[in-house]
């Protein structure tokens, strides 16, 4: 049986932090995971910039209130859910997560926790478990399924690497250029065909 696990920013919902960079003109925020592959120092770098500025988690809240999954997406995972199982793996944050699945048809997701004090700041962040989307594939091919995974990120790459099938989906020239092995695609439609063929072998 076969679980696919799929990155939720940049394959599913625009990027969380470039779209609140733009919102308050912090072109510091715009920094991802596709430009630093340390998720424990691009987050304290993030945090730190918030503090800077006096911005809390009620402030991200209302930018993400007013983003919509990406063309297509949901679309994408309807008919993915139809016929394989299917779990978002992300290190974005439950605070973060929650309406983006209302709108994408509550599919299940695996991300991680900010820790917030009561006047609304965010002080750090506690991880599911080290490398969590890694740690995730192993654990579900320890119960005896096959995985297919694909993402946009370096930190994507770990379960793209470890799953039985793994393809890149929109993401930068140079990540292409130091994984040629991976097919890369930038639309739904070859990215669902490329599932369908793996789970129809």
Known sequence: MYITCLDLEGVLVPEIW?????ETGIPELKKTTRDE??????????????KQHNLGLAEIQNTIAKIDPLPGAKEFLDELRSFTQAIILSDTFEQFASPLMKKLGMPTIFCNT?????????????MRCEKSKLTTVKAL??????????????????????????????????IKKDYPSYPAFTEYSDLLNAIKTVVSE
């Open 18 to 22: 470039i779209a609140f960079a733009e």
């Open 37 to 50: 592959p340390d998720y424990d120092k691009l987050m304290k770098y993030r945090i730190e910039i918030l």
């Open 114 to 126: 900010l820790e917030v004090s009561k006047t609304g700041e965010i002080t750090g962040y506690k």
């Open 141 to 174: 091919q320890s119960c005896g399924f096959e995985t297919i995974a694909s993402g946009d990120s370096f930190n994507d790459l770990g379960m793209i690497q470890a799953s039985k099938a793994g393809f890149l989906f929109r993401t930068t020239d140079q």
